[in-house]
T-cell receptor
Framework: EAQVTQNPRYLITVTGKKLTVTCSQN?????MSWYRQDPGLGLRQIYY???????DKGDVPEGYKVSRKEKRNFPLILESPSPNQTSLYFC??????????????FGPGTRLTVL | GQNIDQPTEMTATEGAIVQINCTYQ??????LFWYQQHAGEAPTFLSY????GLEEKGRFSSFLSRSKGYSYLLLKELQMKDSASYLC?????????????FGAGTRLAVHP
């Protein structure tokens, strides 16, 4: 089954304790992206990756890091989480193209609370 | 800048028709997507428009006018399970790649 998986699905942590949210896709997609979703603000892009070893900042990258060592995996790293990073996080992947097949497939989401 | 506007909330009756509007001001327009998102779940793809006109897909239709920066999603024969948020997203070509810019979403409540 074609899917994007994220782990963990729920996480409560404390300020400053490093954490990693994993993301994996099995569709051989080149493009992967991380979003955060906050009430009233919609989905905002944190980082994206066009392919292995190619990553770049999205609209709200401060406080986050990513890596893309393999095509299928795109982990999101919070080196020193702060309460303003409490949010719902989505990983997404897609082909790199311009037609309708380039729709993004989203993971199930990770609800993060930083105390 | 890039901006997408859609109503925050709408209510409708089971069996009725509802239209959710989306207006956008973006540069490098390269297609418009509608996604459905149930509370606490991932967005799922509903429709895609890149040319002006109406795209019909069962009970769901989406319309685009590029000159007006306007799209709408039309839901017919509403069912209770259609209660969800509907996200309008514009794909723009910027900085050498395509990216999706999302509106804040319209929360639709369908009541009996």
């Amino acid at each position: 089954e074609a899917q994007v998986t994220q782990n963990p699905r729920y996480l409560i942590t404390v300020t400053g304790k490093k954490l990693t949210v994993t993301c994996s896709q099995n569709m051989n997609h080149e493009y992967m992206s991380w979003y955060r979703q906050d009430p009233g603000l919609g989905l905002r892009q944190i980082y994206y990756s066009m392919n292995v070893e190619v990553t770049d900042k999205g609209d709200v990258p401060e406080g986050y890091k990513v890596s893309r060592k393999e095509k299928r995996n795109f982990p999101l790293i919070l080196e020193s989480p702060s309460p303003n990073q409490t949010s719902l996080y989505f990983c997404a992947s897609s082909l790199v193209g311009t037609d309708r097949s380039d729709t993004q497939y989203f993971g199930p989401g990770t609800r993060l609370t930083v105390l | 800048g890039q901006n997408i506007d859609q109503p925050t909330e709408m209510t409708a009756t089971e069996g009725a028709i509802v239209q959710i509007n989306c207006t956008y001001q973006t540069s490098g327009f390269n297609g418009l997507f509608w996604y459905q998102q149930h509370a606490g779940e991932a967005p799922t793809f509903l429709s895609y428009n890149v040319l002006d006109g109406l795209e019909e897909k069962g009970r769901f239709s989406s319309f685009l006018s590029r000159s007006k920066g306007y799209s709408y999603l039309l839901l017919k024969e509403l069912q209770m399970k259609d209660s969800a948020s509907y996200l309008c997203a514009v794909r723009v070509f910027s900085g050498g790649y395509n990216k999706l810019i999302f509106g804040a979403g319209t929360r639709l409540a369908v009541h009996p």
